[in-house]
């Protein structure tokens, strides 16, 4: 059983590493064995992940950083087994306070980035290598309301994430690429740090949640870890929600 979740070998790229769950992703997946690019903008912070992790700096939302990681990955590794696109910014929480420009900015990162990133690495693995996992941190908010905590933009990017990883998993699975995605429901992060911070809205998540408290940090590692895992090779064009029953209710 140990071998089944075991990513010794296999070289792993995550974006948005440098801190939150992009940094617990990078850790997780190194621990397991892999060898893993930890991509984000602040390189200092990627530094001090730990041993098996490879820092390099890139903006997901400049397609030449997103070409530059891509071609980085393969020049020094020659594979690819996974993918972790989990860079993502959060826009306005009321929509008549997000411009467009800054509704598209959100899509750029949280959409576009994405499917660019899993489309170079796929074109660029070997066709007769191993399988390989693709996993599009996606979130609650691309499935429900969360009103009046969320955003329009951030909405409508993780639902289009969501839409993305059944269309790629479709149209890559015979080739052996498997596409899902990842939803965390309410988990402290610096995106989510007022949130828990303020007393009221932390009551709110804990009221709305099934088991009455939001994400503890490595709640969400064995998720990620089956996604990466061999453990889900009949696993594909799946949403895997992680939220402590706040969408079951």
Known sequence: MRDLFSLAGKTAVVTGASS???????????????????????????????????????????????????????????????????????????????????????LAVNLIAPFHLARLMVEGRDPAGANVSIINVASILGLVSTAPIGGAGYAASKAGLIGLTRELAGQWGASGVRVNALAPGWFQSEMTGDLFADERSSRWVDRNTMLARGGQNGELDGALLFLASDASSYYTGQVMVVDGGWTAR
Do not use: H, W
């Open 20 to 106: 939150g769950l992009g940094a617990r992703f990078a850790t997780v997946l190194a621990e397991a064995g892999a060898t893993v690019y930890a991509a984000a903008r602040r390189v200092d912070r990627l530094r001090a992940l730990g041993p098996g992790i490879q820092p390099i700096g890139c903006d997901v939302s400049v397609e030449r950083d997103r070409i530059r990681l891509a071609e980085t990955v393969f020049a020094e590794t020659g594979r690819f087994d996974v993918l972790v696109n989990n860079a993502g910014i959060p826009g306005a929480a009321l929509a008549e306070k997000e411009s467009a420009a800054d509704f598209a900015q959100v």
